[in-house]
C-alpha cells in the first residue's frame, strides 16, 4: 500500500502541494487528474524521489510504501527506485540498442550474466506487448522505433528491474490514438501485477484505466474516490467544473 | 524604385554566397601558395632526416618528433582534466556564484596571450619546479594553454545531452556516476572529440608558449625521455623564416616545414574524425 500522510512541499517559497493525505492499494489504477500546475506530477514524483535532484525542493510529512518511509534516513534511493518504476511524459529511450535499453536497468544494478538479462529483457519486452513488434531486432537502436513503440520500450525497461509500483507521467500525451489506445490496453494488463499511479490531462483516459482518481488542484487533493463515482457524481463543485471542461 | 521582396531575397543570397566563396578562396590561396612552395623540398628525406648545412638543406625529423611528443604530452595531461573539469561543473555543482566565477575564469583563461602562458610556464615549470626546459614543462604549459578549450567544448557537449537521459536512468536506480559513465559521457563523446581536435590544432601551431619551456634552436639528437629538450616545427618554422643562417637558402625549407605543419593537423584532424564518426555510428 502506498500512503501520503500530511505532505507539503515546497520548491523554494512556492507551496506545490498542501496537506495531502491519500492512500492507495495494491494492485489497482490510480489516476490523478487536475489542470497544469496543480501538483499531481510533482505528488507523483515524490514516490520515486525523482524531486530529490530539484533545487530548492522541501518535503514535511510522510510517504509510506508498505508502512515503511521511504525518507528515511536509512532507505537506499537506488533501491527503492528499482521498487518504484517510472515512465515519463516523452519516451525517452537511451542512445542505445533496443536489447541494451531494456537491460539498462539490471546491467546498473549489478546484473552482467548474459542469459538472466537475455530471459529478464524477453519476459519485459512481452509484458509491454512489443516483444512480437522487435523480437528480430533487439541490436537495432532505440531510435529506430516508432513514438509508441519507444514509450513501450520504455515501459519494459521500467518492468525489467521488477518493481512492484509503476509510476506514469502522462505516459501517452505524446502518442497517436492508436499507440495510446495499446498503451492503455497494456496499463490494464499490468495491473494484474503492479499498482499504478498515472498522471494524466486526458479525462477519458482516466476514466478508462483507472479504478480510482484523485483531482487536484492549486496544490491540494481535492477530492479521492472511486473513478466511476468521480466521473458520474462527484462530491465536489470543483470537481464536477474540471470535469465537464467548465474550468482548467 | 520598388524592389521585390524576392528581389531582395535574392541580392541578400548572393552577398552572403560571395562572401563565403572570398573566406573559402583565401583558405584555398594559402594552402596553394604552401602547397607551391613547399613541394619542391617533400620527400621521404625531408621528413625523416635531420636538418643539415646549418638548416639551409636536409630534413626536419627531429621538429616533427618533437611536436608529436608536445601534442601527445598536452592532450594526455589537459584533456582528462579539462573533461572531467566539464563534468564536474555541469552534472555536479550547483548554479551558484562559486559555479559561475569558475566558468568567468576559464572563458577569461582562454583570451590570455599565449606569450603569457609561455611567461608563466618558464616561471613556473622551468624555473620554480626546476624542470628546466623540457618535454614535461613544454607539455604542462601548452596543456595550460588548451584546457579552457576542452573545458567549453566538452561542457557544451554535456549541456547537449538530453535532461530525459539523465532522468530516464535515474528512474531505474542509477547512480549519478553510472548515469555519467553509461549514459551521458557515450553519448556526449563525439562532441568532446570536437575539443580535442580543436586542441590538436592550437597545440600544433603555437610557439610562443614552448619558446621558453621546451624548444631548442637545433638539436643534433631524438629526446630520450620527458626532460629532454626537443625541436619543434613552428618555432623551426619561425627561426628559419627569421633568425636562420641563410635566410634565403632555407626558404625552401620553411615553406616545407609549413606544409608538413599542416599535413600533420589535417591528419590528426580526420583521425579524430573518424573516431568520431564511428562513435555516432555506433550510436544511433
Known amino acids: ?248 | 524604385m520598388i524592389i521585390s521582396k524576392k528581389t531582395k531575397e535574392q541580392i541578400a543570397f548572393a552577398i552572403f554566397r560571395i562572401l563565403g566563396i572570398i573566406t573559402l578562396g583565401v583558405l584555398i590561396w594559402i594552402l596553394g601558395f604552401i602547397c607551391f612552395n613547399g613541394i619542391s623540398v617533400m620527400s621521404w628525406d625531408f621528413i625523416f632526416s635531420y636538418p643539415e648545412e646549418g638548416m639551409t638543406s636536409g630534413g626536419i625529423f627531429p621538429a616533427i618528433v618533437g611536436t608529436l611528443y608536445l601534442v601527445l604530452g598536452s592532450i594526455i595531461i589537459a584533456f582528462p582534466l579539462g573533461v572531467m573539469s566539464a563534468i564536474y561543473t555541469v552534472e555536479y555543482a550547483k548554479n551558484n556564484w562559486v559555479t559561475k566565477l569558475i566558468r568567468i575564469m576559464t572563458n577569461n583563461l582562454a583570451s590570455i596571450p599565449s606569450i603569457v602562458f609561455g611567461l608563466f610556464g618558464m616561471t613556473l615549470f622551468v624555473n620554480t619546479l626546476a624542470f628546466g626546459d623540457s618535454i614535461i614543462a613544454g607539455s604542462l604549459t601548452l596543456s595550460l594553454l588548451i584546457l579552457p578549450v576542452v573545458i567549453r567544448t566538452t561542457e557544451e557537449a554535456l549541456k547537449a545531452v538530453p535532461n530525459t537521459y539523465r532522468t530516464g536512468s535515474m528512474a531505474l536506480g542509477a547512480n549519478k556516476i553510472q548515469t555519467i559513465k553509461r549514459i551521458i559521457l557515450p553519448t556526449a563523446f563525439p562532441n568532446i572529440i570536437t575539443g580535442l581536435v580543436l586542441s590538436i590544432g592550437r597545440v600544433s601551431g603555437e610557439t610562443a608558449p614552448i619558446l621558453f619551456t621546451v624548444v631548442a634552436y637545433f638539436l643534433p639528437k631524438l629526446p630520450s625521455s620527458i626532460f629532454d629538450q626537443v625541436m619543434a616545427l613552428p618555432y623551426h618554422l619561425y627561426v628559419l623564416a627569421t633568425s636562420g643562417t641563410d635566410i634565403e637558402k632555407s626558404r625552401p625549407v620553411a615553406y616545407g616545414t609549413a606544409l608538413v605543419l599542416i599535413i600533420i593537423v589535417l591528419l590528426m584532424n580526420t583521425v579524430a574524425g573518424v573516431i568520431k564518426n564511428q562513435f555516432q555510428k555506433n550510436k544511433k
Not at chain 1, 33 to 51: A, D, E, Q, V
Not at chain 1, 62 to 82: F, P
Not at chain 1, 212 to 219: E, H, I, P, S, V
Open chain 1, 1 to 248: 500500500m502506498i500512503e501520503a500522510k500530511n505532505v507539503n512541499f515546497y520548491y523554494h517559497t512556492f507551496h506545490a502541494l498542501k496537506d495531502i493525505n491519500m492512500q492507495i492499494e495494491d494492485n489497482s489504477v490510480t489516476a490523478l487528474i487536475g489542470p497544469s500546475g496543480c501538483g499531481k506530477s510533482t505528488f507523483l514524483r515524490l514516490f520515486n524521489r525523482m524531486n530529490d535532484e530539484i533545487d530548492g525542493a522541501k518535503l514535511t510529512g510522510e510517504c509510506l510504501i508498505n508502512n515503511e518511509n521511504i525518507y528515511h534516513k536509512s532507505v537506499q534511493v537506488d533501491l527503492l527506485r528499482k521498487n518504484v518504476g517510472m515512465v515519463f511524459q516523452k519516451p525517452n529511450p537511451f542512445p542505445k540498442s533496443i536489447l541494451e535499453n531494456v537491460a539498462y536497468g539490471l546491467r546498473v544494478n549489478g546484473i552482467n550474466n548474459k542469459q538472466l538479462i537475455e530471459e529478464k529483457v524477453k519476459e519485459s519486452l512481452t509484458a509491454a506487448a512489443l516483444w512480437n513488434e522487435v523480437k528480430d531486432k533487439l541490436h537495432k537502436s532505440a531510435f529506430e522505433l516508432s513514438g509508441g513503440q519507444q514509450q513501450r520500450l520504455c515501459i519494459a525497461r521500467a518492468l525489467a528491474v521488477s518493481p512492484s509500483i509503476l509510476l506514469m507521467d502522462e505516459p501517452a500525451s505524446a502518442l497517436d490514438p492508436i499507440s495510446t489506445a495499446k498503451i492503455e490496453e497494456l496499463i490494464f494488463e499490468l495491473k494484474q501485477r503492479y499498482t499504478i499511479i498515472i498522471v494524466t490531462h486526458n479525462m477519458q483516459q482516466a476514466a478508462r484505466v483507472s479504478d480510482k482518481t484523485g483531482f487536484f488542484m492549486y496544490g491540494e487533493l481535492v477530492e479521492h474516490s472511486e473513478t466511476k463515482k468521480m466521473f458520474l457524481a462527484p462530491d465536489k463543485t470543483e470537481t464536477q467544473n474540471y470535469i465537464t471542461g467548465r474550468f482548467g
